[in-house]
């Protein structure tokens, strides 16, 4: 079986079934954490729902479901974040899904990231001069490209292509500087994660939204096939990237979450501690107990860092 290159990245649908079948159909996405698989009552619903609840696996908020209302016709909107998806281990497992009642997809965000270079912010608008963003049935003129820059070279640049509200929509980013500029200080200096340089990891992402046509279920299980054929710059870059092997780890970010708040704590009170453990002459455990607290950091257990194994 040929391995999958690219991911998904955000799925919303929608479902007439009762919200504890669609949670029961969820499950089995999440293989080993299928048991923490829970929702939690959120005091306010969106778009017209009167009631929600946030999807969790253990404390960490992976999605969220609306539901209730007159005006909403017995529909459940179900939304898997970005977050949500890294933790899903099976998508076959989404025929459950697919066999609710008068289940559909309403949005798929499909994400491929490279990471040695193979795409840049630079090829990006290059290809889209080319002509690499150009639709059919659009009279050969390409979609309007939006670009944000920074004056910190480390904010990273960011491509839109295309109307959000359309059918689809194209964004490229520079993904590895995101992920450094969300450790705060511990990430400033940082030049590499998992090995890679940050300046070549790169993410492309399209989203279908069913806004005037209507997104199929086969679309998570050849996402390849969609990605490629949404404009011809994807169609031609597909093939010159290997699958993979490090899209799906779900375990990188509150790894990378916890470590960036330990660093932040010695950048800010590393001087004190010192000072503290000469003053009791050695003892790390008399300043531990005048400084570690009784009760989790909230951020950090919904950042999942309770999930994975920190002891690498």
């Not at 929608?14 to 698989?37: C, D, I, K, M, N």
């Not at 619903?45 to 909403?72: E, H, P, Y």
């Not at 969300?182 to 993410?203: C, N, Q, S, W």
């Not at 092997?245 to 001087?271: E, S, T």
């Amino acid at each position: 079986m040929t391995a999958t290159k690219t991911t998904v990245d955000w799925l919303r649908f929608r479902t007439q079934a009762s919200v504890e079948t669609g949670l029961e159909a969820l499950r089995p996405l999440f293989g080993v954490h299928a048991s923490l698989v829970n929702l939690e009552r959120l005091e306010r619903a969106k778009d017209g729902f009167q009631q929600a609840c946030a999807l969790q696996i253990g404390n960490m908020t992976a999605g969220r479901v609306d539901f209730g209302g007159k005006s909403q016709r017995g529909w459940a909107r179900w939304n898997l974040t970005g977050t949500g998806c890294e933790w899903v281990e099976d998508w076959g497992a989404l025929q459950e899904v697919e066999a609710l009642a008068s289940s559909e997809i309403r949005r798929v965000d499909l994400a491929l990231t490279t990471w040695r270079g193979e795409v840049t912010h630079e090829s990006v608008e290059l290809a889209h001069s080319a002509g690499g963003f150009r639709c059919s049935g659009s009279g050969g003129r390409p979609p309007d490209m939006q670009t944000i820059v920074s004056t910190n070279e480390r904010a990273g640049r960011t491509c839109y292509v295309g109307k959000r509200e359309s059918d689809k929509f194209f964004r490229g980013y520079e993904k590895g500087f995101e992920l450094v500029g969300k450790l705060g200080a511990a990430g400033a200096t940082m030049t590499h994660i998992d090995g890679f340089p940050v300046e070549d990891i790169y993410r492309c992402e399209v989203e279908l939204k069913a806004s005037g046509t209507d997104v199929p279920w086969e679309v998570i299980e050849r996402r390849d096939h969609y990605f490629g054929g949404c404009y011809p710059f994807l169609a031609d870059l597909l093939p010159g990237v290997e699958a993979d092997i490090l899209m799906r780890r779900p375990d990188r970010a509150p790894k990378l979450d916890l470590a960036a708040a330990l660093a932040n704590i010695k950048i800010q009170y590393g001087p004190t501690f010192y000072t503290a453990l000469r003053a009791y002459h050695g003892d790390i455990g008399a300043v531990w107990d005048r400084v570690v607290g009784t009760k989790h950091n909230p951020a950090l257990l919904a950042a999942g860092v309770l999930l994975v194994d920190h002891d690498e």
